[in-house]
């Protein structure tokens, strides 16, 4: 059993003085003012602290197969690196093979994470469209605790699908009461830039952002809200990156019909003029979809998240070392995507969100874990401090400062897109299931310690919008 005394409870909803009792199946047993600890009980003083529900990162890619590399994160590291920030879940993705089998690869994706330190989960990619396909989304939403589906409208030849897959995915999740998630950019468009600027020479990072502007990513944003309207069906855009999706996702929101969109810390804080340095390794290591924007697109995404239009907070994480990026060295499309920031996404989030004043403490835990938890339906499990829940905790320091660096972080990855960034707030303990993993610098995690956490069908707002497409009577029946 472990006793947090002395802290300030801090939840979506509100804060208070309150210890916290965790027993030793890894539950909370008790909030309350003045716990007595029980016999044989831990304390851990948490005087001075801020005590919040575990981040929940639900966009990370560990030891991912992409681009001809291995994102270099494996599960272990990762979510090691996670818990060292205060993130004590991830939502991963399975990626199942072209054509194949999405079972086979979530069995796989299954044996990968069992090193995981904390507790994880997964969403599962539409890469394709069969029968079979639609026979074991019902497999994995009825047996696999899976209630969340993945689709890429980019990476044209790889991952990417069409409407037509679109339409039958995201109406086969609305049966099943699953949730839609998709990546969101023209990924034709995307293909016929990033052949003119290779046809004329424009082969180095720079170019990167030029092969997917801002409108790319809102057209498709659209035009998945709009096929997510015509089903009547919720729909989930993870990493908006401009204003351009935000007020997509904003005015679909207006209309009654239910978008969610998540941001990443990184784009949140980092603009284009990354890909401007000189240096081709400096500017490859910021090569991910969406890239990175000028620098008012920032103002919308705080905006989004401060109003509520835009609901979680991501990273993406999807780590690739100098090596790795270096396989495009003649051909940015060739450079793996993706970066680093399971570590850093809580600090990033603490620092330029709530001390600038953009976010309450209570919708920090909004954005980091309890919107997230809602959403994927594992509310109040998890992103909640309450009796019953899972004990992932985070014990806040919001006075203390350091500076983020790859020469002490512990993602496997040999940068860090935040490096010299000095913030204010930090995990000073984590505790996943009851147990102190991450206590003043000290990484106490324990390999495989992570839980598989099941995840069901018919979420809340699942739930409501099938009530509502039965009562407003004006949607054409979903695609079979
Ligand atoms: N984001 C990125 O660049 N890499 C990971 C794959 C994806 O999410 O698009
Ligand atoms: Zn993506
Ligand atoms: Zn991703």
């Known amino acids: 059993m472990l006793l947090v005394r002395g802290g300030t409870v801090v939840t979506a909803e509100r804060s208070w003085r309150a210890d916290v009792l965790c027993d030793d199946a890894g539950r909370i047993a008790q909030v309350a003012p003045a716990i007595a600890a029980p016999t044989g009980c831990d304390v851990l003083d948490a005087g001075g602290l801020l005590v919040m529900p575990g981040g929940i990162d639900p966009h990370t890619h560990m030891e991912m197969p992409f681009m001809g590399s291995v994102s270099s994160d494996d599960f272990e590291t990762g979510t090691a690196a996670g818990v060292a920030g205060g993130t004590t879940m991830i939502i991963d993705f399975v990626i199942p093979q072209p054509g194949g089998s999405l079972l086979a690869a979530w069995k796989d994706w299954r044996a990968k994470a069992a090193k995981a330190v904390a507790d994880y989960s997964f969403h599962v990619a539409v890469t394709h469209w069969d029968d079979q396909v639609h026979a074991e ?18 990476y044209k030849g790889a991952l990417m699908v069409d409407d037509g897959v679109l339409l039958r995915s995201i109406g086969r999740a609305l049966e099943l009461g699953a949730l839609c998630n998709v990546h969101a950019e023209n990924g034709d468009a995307v293909a016929f830039l990033q052949q003119d600027l290779l046809r004329r020479g424009l082969t180095g990072p720079d170019s990167h952002p030029l092969s997917r502007p801002p409108a790319v990513e809102g057209e498709a944003a659209q035009r998945v809200i709009a096929i997510a309207g015509l089903l009547g069906a919720p729909v989930y855009i993870v990493h908006v990156s401009t204003e351009d999706a935000t007020a997509a996702i904003a005015a679909a ?44 697109h920032q103002k919308a995404l705080w905006a989004g998240l401060a109003s509520g239009q835009l609901q979680t907070t991501a990273t993406d994480h999807c780590c690739f070392c100098a090596p790795q990026k270096l396989q495009g060295r003649d051909d940015f499309t060739r450079i793996p995507n993706g970066t680093p920031g399971i570590e850093d996404r809580m600090s ?22 309890a919107n997230t938890a809602r959403i994927f339906n594992i509310y109040p499990r998890k992103g ?18 350091r500076t983020i660096s790859a020469a002490t972080h512990h993602q496997n990855v040999d940068y860090n897109v935040f490096e010299g960034m000095q913030v204010t707030g930090l995990a000073r303990h984590t505790i996943s299931g009851g147990r102190l993993v991450w206590t003043d610098g000290d990484l106490r995690a324990v390999r495989g310690a992570g839980r598989y956490v099941e995840r069901p069908c018919f979420a809340p707002d699942l739930t409501a919008q099938l009530r509502l497409n039965r009562t407003s009577g004006d949607l054409p029946a979903g695609p079979k």
């Open 137 to 154: 989304m019902g497999t994995l939403t009825r047996e696999c605790g899976v209630n969340s589906f993945k689709h890429f409208m980019a």
């Open 253 to 296: 929101r207006a209309r009654g019909q239910r978008v969610y969109g998540e941001v990443l810390a990184q784009h949140l804080v980092i603009d284009d003029s990354v890909y401007a340095d000189p240096d081709w390794l400096g500017a490859a290591r910021h090569v991910m979809s969406p890239p990175f924007r000028p620098k008012h």
């Open 348 to 369: 990033v989030l603490w620092h330029h969100g709530v001390r600038t004043g953009r976010l309450t403490p209570q919708e920090f835990v909004a954005v980091t874990s």
């Open 384 to 401: 909640a401090i309450v009796p019953g829940a899972d004990a992932d905790l985070v014990l806040w320091d919001d006075a203390a400062s």
